[in-house]
């Protein structure tokens, strides 16, 4: 519910959440292809390799959380 008050390039919006039928919890959001910073970070062949770039990504998930905080939620 929150990120759908947070329009933010960094939040994918969520289009819909509830319940299945056996009790867990579900949400739907958009659809982000690509491969996961688990993935990327594992797929280096070592720990220097593209350090820029992924200082990069850092800098954009904090200026992210930056965002949710300014608005109250984080």
């Known amino acids: 519910r929150i990120t759908g008050l947070l329009e933010h390039p960094g939040i994918p919006p969520v289009h819909a959440l509830g319940t ?3 009790g867990r919890p579900f ?3 958009k659809l982000i292809h ?3 910073l688990d993935q990327l970070l594992r797929d ?3 720990p220097a390799a593209d ?3 992924f200082v990069d990504v850092f800098g954009q998930i904090a200026q992210t959380l930056g965002f949710a905080h300014q608005q109250g939620y984080v």
């Open 44 to 46: 280096r062949p070592d």
């Open 27 to 29: 949400l739907a959001m």
């Open 51 to 53: 350090r820029p770039r």
């Open 34 to 36: 690509g491969r996961t």
């Open 20 to 22: 299945l039928p056996d």
